[in-house]
């Protein structure tokens, strides 16, 4: 199995607990829960859509399969209706030290774009992103981007908005897949 790791850690397999500085660095060891909501990012509320925004993570991929992975590819695989658009994009790792210490290229914010790495749609199998081959308890990169289109399900008056007691709560379902040789 590969696993994902938040980044962002003070050391390399430092502690990282907080998923919103998950910008990069080096990689922690916080593994990223799978199938938990909101385990990456937060949930959408009205303010996500105005201006749009655009939020962008960066995750640290290390094959656990036991075997040498050749072919790698990953998307974003998204529900109907899915009001953000995922982009992907990835980078090797960087040799920070003479320790073999490893890291990315760190964002100042999650609403940064890499300056190193190109992202791009990848929706489904047919544009889906291709990654570099991982030997055994390799890693690489990921960089994970959503951005919010500004069209909102709702009125957009500034009144429904004070008048609103709780904010609207909206689900946007996304699975990251990968798929090898």
Known sequence: MLEIYYTGAAEMNG???????????????SLVPNGIPGALF????PESFFPPSRLTFV????????????????????????????????????YKDKCSDVCSE????SSSL????VLSEAADESTSLSLPDLPFDGLFFLFL?????????????????????????????????????
């Not at 502690?15 to 060891?29: E, N």
């Not at 075997?67 to 982009?87: A, C, E, N």
């Not at 289109?149 to 990968?178: C, G, M, N, V």
């Open 15 to 29: 502690a990282q607990p907080y998923s919103s500085l998950s910008l990069g660095g080096f990689a922690s060891c």
């Open 42 to 45: 937060p949930e959408l509320s």
């Open 59 to 94: 995750l640290a991929v290390r094959n656990a399969t036991g075997k040498s992975l050749t072919g790698l590819r990953s998307y974003v695989s998204i529900g109907p209706g899915s009001l953000g658009v995922f982009s992907l994009g990835f980078s090797v790792p960087v």
């Open 106 to 109: 760190r964002l100042s914010l």
């Open 114 to 117: 890499p300056q190193g790495t």
């Open 145 to 181: 981007s959503r951005e919010v289109q500004a069209s909102y399900p709702f009125s957009t008056t500034a009144s429904l908005l004070l008048e609103e007691e709780k904010p609207l709560a909206l689900e946007d379902k996304a699975i990251l897949k990968f798929f090898w040789d």
